[in-house]
Protein backbone atom coordinates (compact mmCIF):
# COMPACT_ATOMS: atom_id res chain seq x y z
CA UNK A 1 0.00 0.00 0.00
CA UNK A 2 0.99 3.98 -1.01
CA UNK A 3 0.88 6.46 1.61
CA UNK A 4 -2.32 6.75 2.54
CA UNK A 5 -3.85 10.11 1.48
CA UNK A 6 -7.23 9.94 3.98
CA UNK A 7 -6.59 8.69 7.23
CA UNK A 8 -10.33 7.11 8.75
CA UNK A 9 -10.50 7.93 12.27
CA UNK A 10 -13.07 5.45 14.10
CA UNK A 11 -13.78 5.91 17.64
CA UNK A 12 -15.55 3.14 19.68
CA UNK A 13 -16.54 1.92 23.18
CA UNK A 14 -18.99 -1.25 23.38
CA UNK A 15 -20.80 -1.25 19.80
CA UNK A 16 -20.65 -4.82 19.21
CA UNK A 17 -23.66 -4.63 17.24
CA UNK A 18 -22.74 -1.58 15.34
CA UNK A 19 -19.19 -1.48 14.72
CA UNK A 20 -19.50 -4.12 11.68
CA UNK A 21 -21.19 -1.83 10.19
CA UNK A 22 -18.82 1.06 10.10
CA UNK A 23 -16.26 -1.50 8.89
CA UNK A 24 -17.78 -2.12 6.04
CA UNK A 25 -19.04 1.12 4.90
CA UNK A 26 -15.01 2.10 5.31
CA UNK A 27 -13.80 -0.76 3.30
CA UNK A 28 -16.67 -0.56 0.45
CA UNK A 29 -14.82 3.19 -0.47
CA UNK A 30 -13.99 3.26 -4.22
CA UNK A 31 -11.14 5.75 -4.35
CA UNK A 32 -8.08 6.47 -6.62
CA UNK A 33 -5.88 6.85 -3.52
CA UNK A 34 -5.25 4.90 -0.23
CA UNK A 35 -6.61 4.80 2.99
CA UNK A 36 -5.75 4.18 6.51
CA UNK A 37 -8.22 3.15 8.94
CA UNK A 38 -7.25 4.36 12.47
CA UNK A 39 -9.62 2.58 15.92
CA UNK A 40 -9.48 3.88 18.98
CA UNK A 41 -11.39 1.35 21.70
CA UNK A 42 -11.80 2.89 24.89
CA UNK A 43 -11.62 -1.12 26.72
CA UNK A 44 -14.88 -2.25 25.67
CA UNK A 45 -16.64 -5.05 27.61
CA UNK A 46 -18.65 -6.52 25.37
CA UNK A 47 -17.66 -8.64 22.29
CA UNK A 48 -16.56 -5.00 20.18
CA UNK A 49 -12.79 -5.76 20.18
CA UNK A 50 -13.11 -9.17 19.24
CA UNK A 51 -15.08 -8.20 15.87
CA UNK A 52 -12.31 -5.27 15.49
CA UNK A 53 -9.18 -7.94 15.59
CA UNK A 54 -10.85 -10.61 13.07
CA UNK A 55 -11.05 -7.21 10.83
CA UNK A 56 -7.19 -6.51 11.78
CA UNK A 57 -6.24 -10.02 10.87
CA UNK A 58 -8.13 -9.84 7.50
CA UNK A 59 -7.21 -6.51 6.81
CA UNK A 60 -3.42 -5.64 8.61
CA UNK A 61 -2.38 -3.23 6.05
CA UNK A 62 -5.09 -0.74 6.68
CA UNK A 63 -6.95 -1.33 10.07
CA UNK A 64 -4.03 -0.08 12.97
CA UNK A 65 -6.16 -0.34 16.20
CA UNK A 66 -5.37 0.91 19.89
CA UNK A 67 -6.75 -1.34 22.29
CA UNK A 68 -7.20 0.21 25.53
CA UNK A 69 -6.88 -2.22 28.59
CA UNK A 70 -8.14 1.13 30.88
CA UNK A 71 -11.15 3.09 30.10
CA UNK A 72 -9.68 6.41 29.19
CA UNK A 73 -12.75 8.25 29.52
CA UNK A 74 -13.19 7.45 33.21
CA UNK A 75 -10.06 8.61 33.68
CA UNK A 76 -10.89 12.35 32.48
CA UNK A 77 -9.60 11.92 29.08
CA UNK A 78 -12.59 12.89 26.76
CA UNK A 79 -10.90 13.83 23.08
CA UNK A 80 -10.48 10.66 21.97
CA UNK A 81 -10.25 11.62 18.27
CA UNK A 82 -7.73 13.97 18.48
CA UNK A 83 -5.70 12.77 21.64
CA UNK A 84 -5.79 9.01 20.21
CA UNK A 85 -5.72 9.18 16.63
CA UNK A 86 -4.93 12.07 15.41
CA UNK A 87 -1.06 12.52 16.11
CA UNK A 88 -0.43 8.44 14.58
CA UNK A 89 -2.56 9.52 11.72
CA UNK A 90 -0.44 9.58 8.20
CA UNK A 91 -3.55 11.03 5.92
CA UNK A 92 -3.46 14.51 4.82
CA UNK A 93 -7.00 14.34 5.02
CA UNK A 94 -8.99 12.78 8.23
CA UNK A 95 -12.01 11.40 7.66
CA UNK A 96 -14.53 11.00 11.17
CA UNK A 97 -16.77 7.92 11.57
CA UNK A 98 -17.84 6.72 15.28
CA UNK A 99 -18.30 3.65 15.59
CA UNK A 100 -22.07 3.95 15.88
CA UNK A 101 -22.48 5.49 13.04
CA UNK A 102 -21.34 4.21 9.13
CA UNK A 103 -21.30 5.91 5.84
CA UNK A 104 -23.66 4.57 2.84
CA UNK A 105 -22.18 5.96 -0.20
CA UNK A 106 -18.67 3.81 -1.40
CA UNK A 107 -17.29 7.53 -3.14
CA UNK A 108 -17.88 9.43 0.09
CA UNK A 109 -13.90 9.71 0.67
CA UNK A 110 -13.77 10.36 -3.60
CA UNK A 111 -16.24 13.25 -3.50
CA UNK A 112 -15.48 15.31 -0.97
CA UNK A 113 -11.14 14.96 -1.14
CA UNK A 114 -12.11 15.87 -5.16
CA UNK A 115 -13.76 19.07 -3.30
CA UNK A 116 -10.75 19.23 -1.12
CA UNK A 117 -7.42 18.61 -3.60
CA UNK A 118 -9.04 21.61 -6.12
CA UNK A 119 -10.07 24.29 -2.86
CA UNK A 120 -6.77 23.63 -0.93
CA UNK A 121 -8.19 26.99 1.46
CA UNK A 122 -10.75 24.67 2.30
CA UNK A 123 -9.91 23.30 5.55
CA UNK A 124 -13.50 20.85 6.59
CA UNK A 125 -15.86 19.43 4.40
CA UNK A 126 -19.33 17.81 5.64
CA UNK A 127 -22.25 16.26 4.24
CA UNK A 128 -26.10 15.66 4.92
CA UNK A 129 -26.84 12.43 7.11
CA UNK A 130 -29.79 9.93 7.75
CA UNK A 131 -30.70 9.83 11.47
CA UNK A 132 -31.78 5.97 12.16
CA UNK A 133 -32.45 4.14 15.07
CA UNK A 134 -30.49 1.09 16.22
CA UNK A 135 -32.06 -1.18 13.73
CA UNK A 136 -30.67 1.21 10.69
CA UNK A 137 -34.64 2.19 10.33
CA UNK A 138 -34.98 5.96 8.60
CA UNK A 139 -36.10 8.11 11.41
CA UNK A 140 -37.92 11.00 8.85
CA UNK A 141 -35.25 13.49 9.21
CA UNK A 142 -31.57 14.49 8.52
CA UNK A 143 -28.92 16.27 9.34
CA UNK A 144 -28.94 18.64 6.75
CA UNK A 145 -28.11 22.34 7.50
CA UNK A 146 -28.90 23.70 4.03
CA UNK A 147 -30.75 22.47 0.58
CA UNK A 148 -27.92 23.28 -1.72
CA UNK A 149 -24.24 22.12 -2.05
CA UNK A 150 -22.46 25.48 -0.55
CA UNK A 151 -20.14 27.18 1.34
CA UNK A 152 -20.91 27.34 4.99
CA UNK A 153 -21.11 30.60 6.81
CA UNK A 154 -18.85 30.69 10.17
CA UNK A 155 -21.91 32.24 12.36
CA UNK A 156 -24.40 29.97 10.54
CA UNK A 157 -22.00 26.67 12.45
CA UNK A 158 -21.86 28.75 15.50
CA UNK A 159 -25.33 29.21 15.64
CA UNK A 160 -25.56 25.38 15.02
CA UNK A 161 -24.18 24.27 18.02
CA UNK A 162 -22.44 21.07 17.73
CA UNK A 163 -25.26 19.38 15.61
CA UNK A 164 -25.09 21.30 12.77
CA UNK A 165 -23.54 18.57 11.08
CA UNK A 166 -23.17 14.86 11.76
CA UNK A 167 -19.69 13.75 12.93
CA UNK A 168 -19.64 11.08 10.11
CA UNK A 169 -20.12 13.86 7.59
CA UNK A 170 -16.65 15.46 8.42
CA UNK A 171 -13.13 15.52 6.08
CA UNK A 172 -10.49 17.87 7.37
CA UNK A 173 -7.14 18.81 6.12
CA UNK A 174 -4.87 17.47 9.41
CA UNK A 175 -2.81 20.24 9.52
CA UNK A 176 -5.23 22.65 10.21
CA UNK A 177 -5.17 21.55 14.14
CA UNK A 178 -1.85 22.23 14.90
CA UNK A 179 -1.27 23.88 18.35
CA UNK A 180 -4.45 23.31 19.73
CA UNK A 181 -5.80 25.45 21.68
CA UNK A 182 -6.46 24.73 25.49
CA UNK A 183 -10.52 25.69 25.31
CA UNK A 184 -10.70 22.90 23.12
CA UNK A 185 -8.97 20.56 25.23
CA UNK A 186 -11.04 21.55 28.40
CA UNK A 187 -14.19 21.70 26.12
CA UNK A 188 -17.02 19.20 27.54
CA UNK A 189 -17.66 17.50 24.13
CA UNK A 190 -15.50 17.08 21.27
CA UNK A 191 -16.94 17.87 17.79
CA UNK A 192 -18.16 21.19 18.47
CA UNK A 193 -14.84 23.25 19.42
CA UNK A 194 -13.64 20.57 16.72
CA UNK A 195 -15.80 22.16 13.69
CA UNK A 196 -14.98 25.58 15.30
CA UNK A 197 -11.27 25.83 15.01
CA UNK A 198 -11.24 24.18 11.71
CA UNK A 199 -13.99 26.77 10.45
CA UNK A 200 -11.76 29.51 11.84
CA UNK A 201 -8.54 28.32 9.97
CA UNK A 202 -10.42 28.06 6.42
CA UNK A 203 -13.21 27.18 4.44
CA UNK A 204 -15.98 24.79 4.82
CA UNK A 205 -17.63 23.40 2.49
CA UNK A 206 -21.27 21.12 2.54
CA UNK A 207 -22.22 18.78 0.14
CA UNK A 208 -25.87 18.31 -0.42
CA UNK A 209 -25.80 14.45 -0.31
CA UNK A 210 -26.77 12.01 1.99
CA UNK A 211 -23.58 10.14 2.70
CA UNK A 212 -23.87 8.55 6.39
CA UNK A 213 -26.00 7.34 8.61
CA UNK A 214 -26.58 8.88 12.23
CA UNK A 215 -27.91 6.41 14.73
CA UNK A 216 -29.85 7.65 17.30
CA UNK A 217 -31.08 5.93 20.97
CA UNK A 218 -28.29 3.95 21.40
CA UNK A 219 -27.41 3.32 24.85
CA UNK A 220 -24.60 4.37 26.91
CA UNK A 221 -23.93 7.71 23.91
CA UNK A 222 -23.76 10.70 25.15
CA UNK A 223 -26.75 12.07 23.59
CA UNK A 224 -28.81 9.25 25.22
CA UNK A 225 -27.11 9.91 28.75
CA UNK A 226 -27.76 13.47 28.60
CA UNK A 227 -31.81 13.08 28.10
CA UNK A 228 -32.14 10.23 30.25
CA UNK A 229 -32.30 10.11 33.86
CA UNK A 230 -33.81 11.84 36.50
CA UNK A 231 -31.30 14.46 36.98
CA UNK A 232 -31.78 15.18 32.78
CA UNK A 233 -32.90 18.74 33.85
CA UNK A 234 -29.35 19.32 35.70
CA UNK A 235 -27.72 17.70 33.17
CA UNK A 236 -29.43 20.04 30.44
CA UNK A 237 -28.47 22.98 32.20
CA UNK A 238 -24.87 21.79 32.65
CA UNK A 239 -24.77 21.54 29.00
CA UNK A 240 -25.77 24.87 28.66
CA UNK A 241 -22.99 26.01 31.20
CA UNK A 242 -20.40 24.15 29.28
CA UNK A 243 -21.44 25.26 25.83
CA UNK A 244 -21.27 29.25 27.45
CA UNK A 245 -17.70 28.10 28.73
CA UNK A 246 -16.58 26.65 25.48
CA UNK A 247 -17.71 29.54 23.29
CA UNK A 248 -16.41 32.59 25.77
CA UNK A 249 -12.65 30.40 24.65
CA UNK A 250 -13.40 30.15 21.38
CA UNK A 251 -13.78 33.98 21.48
CA UNK A 252 -10.50 34.78 22.68
CA UNK A 253 -8.85 31.86 20.53
CA UNK A 254 -10.11 34.20 17.48
CA UNK A 255 -9.65 37.46 19.02
CA UNK A 256 -13.69 38.73 19.26
CA UNK A 257 -13.60 38.10 14.97
CA UNK A 258 -16.97 36.53 15.63
CA UNK A 259 -18.27 37.90 18.86
CA UNK A 260 -21.49 38.93 18.01
CA UNK A 261 -22.70 35.89 16.95
CA UNK A 262 -21.45 34.01 20.16
CA UNK A 263 -22.78 36.37 22.15
CA UNK A 264 -26.49 35.10 20.52
CA UNK A 265 -25.47 32.22 20.75
CA UNK A 266 -24.47 32.62 24.98
CA UNK A 267 -27.64 34.45 25.53
CA UNK A 268 -29.65 31.58 23.92
CA UNK A 269 -27.62 29.35 26.76
CA UNK A 270 -28.56 31.72 29.00
CA UNK A 271 -32.43 31.41 28.25
CA UNK A 272 -32.73 28.16 28.41
CA UNK A 273 -30.94 27.82 31.87
CA UNK A 274 -34.25 29.99 32.97
CA UNK A 275 -36.41 27.84 31.31
CA UNK A 276 -35.53 24.56 32.30
CA UNK A 277 -34.87 25.95 35.58
CA UNK A 278 -39.06 27.36 35.08
CA UNK A 279 -37.62 30.06 35.69
CA UNK A 280 -38.89 32.54 32.90
CA UNK A 281 -39.87 35.51 34.90
CA UNK A 282 -36.41 36.00 35.45
CA UNK A 283 -35.71 36.35 31.97
CA UNK A 284 -36.82 40.07 31.35
CA UNK A 285 -33.92 41.13 34.44
CA UNK A 286 -31.20 38.78 32.53
CA UNK A 287 -29.17 39.68 29.93
CA UNK A 288 -30.70 37.60 27.47
CA UNK A 289 -33.86 39.66 27.64
CA UNK A 290 -32.84 41.38 24.88
CA UNK A 291 -32.39 37.99 22.87
CA UNK A 292 -35.75 36.17 24.05
CA UNK A 293 -37.30 39.58 22.88
CA UNK A 294 -36.26 39.63 19.87
CA UNK A 295 -37.53 35.96 19.53
CA UNK A 296 -40.55 35.43 16.08
CA UNK A 297 -43.56 34.54 17.96
CA UNK A 298 -43.65 31.26 16.85
CA UNK A 299 -40.18 30.50 18.24
CA UNK A 300 -41.16 31.63 21.52
CA UNK A 301 -43.91 29.28 21.62
CA UNK A 302 -41.85 26.24 20.79
CA UNK A 303 -39.13 27.04 23.45
CA UNK A 304 -41.71 27.56 25.98
CA UNK A 305 -43.90 24.56 25.03
CA UNK A 306 -40.28 22.30 24.84
CA UNK A 307 -39.16 23.47 28.28
CA UNK A 308 -42.84 24.01 30.32
CA UNK A 309 -44.34 21.35 28.48
CA UNK A 310 -42.05 18.14 27.67
CA UNK A 311 -44.68 15.49 27.11
CA UNK A 312 -46.55 17.44 24.83
CA UNK A 313 -43.39 18.63 22.58
CA UNK A 314 -42.55 14.36 22.69
CA UNK A 315 -46.04 13.43 21.04
CA UNK A 316 -45.49 16.37 18.34
CA UNK A 317 -42.24 15.24 17.56
CA UNK A 318 -43.56 11.83 17.33
CA UNK A 319 -46.52 12.74 14.66
CA UNK A 320 -44.24 14.79 12.75
CA UNK A 321 -41.65 11.78 12.81
CA UNK A 322 -43.92 8.99 11.81
CA UNK A 323 -45.30 11.77 8.89
CA UNK A 324 -42.07 12.35 7.69
CA UNK A 325 -40.85 8.66 7.76
CA UNK A 326 -44.55 7.93 5.60
CA UNK A 327 -43.70 10.67 3.07
CA UNK A 328 -40.14 9.12 2.84
CA UNK A 329 -41.79 5.45 2.26
CA UNK A 330 -44.13 6.83 -0.40
CA UNK A 331 -41.35 8.23 -1.95
CA UNK A 332 -39.03 5.66 -2.31
Not at 8 to 16: P, R
Request: hydrophobic share 35%; proline share 3%.
Amino acid sequence: MNRPLVSISCITYNHEKYISDALDSFLMQKTDFDFEIIIHDDASTDGTVDIIRDYERRYPNIIKPIYQTENQYKEGLQKMFYTFNNPRAIGKYIALCEGDDYWTDSYKLQKQVDYMRKNPECSMCIHSADIVDANKMFQGKKVRPYKESRIVSIDDLIMGGGGFCATASIMYYKNALKDIPQFYMDAHVEDYPLQLILASKGQVYYIDESMSSYRVGIQGSWTTNLNSGNDSKDKDIKNCENDIKLLKGFDIYTMHRYKKTIDLVINNRKMLILLISRKKGEIKKSQCKEYYNNLKINDKFKVNIKYYFPKVTQIIKEVIKYINICIYNFKT
